[in-house]
């Protein structure tokens, strides 16, 4: 019998996450998979469930939650044999949009037997891995000002709802990008260091990004009125790139990226915010093993080969309470 360890936030979503478990679960039972289920107590937890199960050699865990849930358990299992499946389950949902994985519960949960298993790149700053992007600026504020404010309105709406109230008091910074081995000054009120196609609730802002090619995507926005920014960004959401032809938009790839800043500014990874600049990025090929729908264009083996009967034992409960 198959089997899966489910690590969950609880508070993702606000409170979506749970409401998204019980469907999961149903799903599971019918189809005769045994799991467990961990959920986190507080930030930086789901690394060490992550950590203890990739330690146990388990095949695959699930993560339940928003994109701060889901860069936790990469930094757990990333670089190990055991697989990360995606069941979105917060406000962005970025990683599951750029693998194409269904936001329904029910259908992420299905490609635990009918998807396929890929390798992905992970980026790195400093200590820190990232699935989606690392980014200062406004997409900073954004996340803050969605993460501290409580909303009518939830997912992609939430995070949209956000960015007016960040732009009316729009700033701009004087950086230095130093790009593998080219330096670029810049003034810009936003810097997106990109793995993934999607981020920001599904803002398209590299459409061909490939989290296969061993590269960054730099999408860098300058000087830019505040009416005009609010007309481009709808149109990242078509995902046909015509924002980065855009005078204000400066675009590029590269394998590292340094920035630094004339002062410190808050640094995002994947929705969280941790650290100030510089940010120092780079990637790592394809470390990841991550469960995608069988569309997509990656190679992959067969995500039912090798998650039949696991022999990992369970970790303890304590363990999987945090206690």
């Not at 820190?128 to 969605?146: E, N, Q, W």
């Amino acid at each position: 019998m198959s089997f899966v360890r489910i690590i969950v936030n609880p508070h993702a979503g606000r409170g979506r996450a749970l409401k998204v478990l019980e469907k999961v679960e149903r799903v599971l039972t019918q189809v005769g998979w045994r799991y467990e289920t961990a959920l986190t107590q507080a930030p930086g937890h789901a690394i060490e469930i992550a950590r203890e199960s990739a330690g146990a050699e388990l095949p695959v865990v699930a993560a339940i939650g928003g994109d701060g849930t889901v860069n936790e358990v990469i930094q757990g299992v990333s670089g190990t044999n055991t697989s990360l499946a995606i069941i979105p389950g917060g406000t962005g949902n970025d990683h599951a949009r750029s693998l194409g994985i269904p936001l329904a519960p029910e259908k992420a949960a299905e490609l635990l037997w009918r998807g396929k298993i890929i390798k992905m790149d992970v980026g790195s700053e400093r200590d820190r891995l990232f699935g989606c992007l690392a980014s200062i600026g406004f997409p900073v504020d954004v996340i803050d000002h969605t993460n501290k404010k409580k909303q009518l309105v939830k997912g992609s709406l939430a995070i949209l709802s956000s960015v007016w109230q960040t732009l009316t008091n729009l700033q701009y910074h004087d950086v230095t990008m130093t790009l593998d081995d080219r330096s670029i000054s810049a003034t810009t009120c936003g810097i997106f260091v990109l793995n993934t196609p999607s981020a920001g609730g599904g803002l398209r802002f590299s459409p061909n990004a490939d989290i296969t090619d061993g590269l960054l995507d730099v999408v860098v926005i300058g000087k830019i009125s505040v009416w005009d920014l609010l007309f481009t960004l709808p149109q990242v959401y078509t995902g046909n790139g015509k924002h980065l032809s855009h005078p204000a938009v400066d675009f590029y790839r590269c394998r590292k990226i340094r920035i630094d800043s004339a002062k410190p500014l808050p640094k995002m990874f994947d929705g969280e915010i941790i650290g100030q600049t510089p940010v120092e990025a780079s990637l790592q090929p394809q470390a990841l093993r991550v469960v995608a729908p069988v569309s997509h264009p990656a190679e992959g083996q067969p995500v039912s080969a090798g998650l039949q009967a696991s022999t990992a034992t369970a970790l303890p409960v304590a363990t999987l309470l945090g206690l």
